[in-house]
């Protein structure tokens, strides 16, 4: 079992950052991939990023070259650094992971991830 643990969410104008932690433990592996995703009321959760063991990371088309994923390996942490926010933005934002390598067929979709953790909220405001 991994748990997984979110922090960093909360409110912010158009143009402002936030950065989102997630914190892993139990039965973690050292070939894993992790991944951030968001959800909106009454939608399915979408694909934001995500991140291989060996530190290649992917972005969904929608927050490229705005957000940043980066994972701490020996912390076991992931983080995600949201610039350039904009009211769109507005999710709960999850933290995912999958005892197997990342895939570009698949690492964006929610169903290759095993593990969730319990969500952060982001707002952005106009």
């Known amino acids: 079992q991994v748990h997984l643990v979110e922090s960093g969410g909360g409110s912010v104008q158009s143009g402002g950052s936030l950065r989102l932690s997630c914190a892993a433990s139990g039965a973690t592996t050292s070939r894993h991939c992790m991944g951030w995703f968001r959800q909106v009321p009454g939608k399915g959760r979408e694909g934001v990023a995500y991140?291989?063991?060996?530190?290649?990371?992917t972005y969904a088309n929608y927050v490229k070259d705005r957000f940043t994923i980066v994972e701490d390996n020996a912390k076991k942490a992931l983080f995600l650094q949201m610039d350039s926010l904009i009211p769109e933005d507005t999710a709960m934002y999850y933290c995912a992971y999958d005892q197997d390598k990342c895939s570009p067929y698949w690492s964006l979709r929610d169903w290759s991830y095993r593990y969730w953790g319990q969500g952060t909220q982001v707002t952005v405001s106009s």
């Open positions: 991140i291989d063991s060996d530190g290649t990371a």
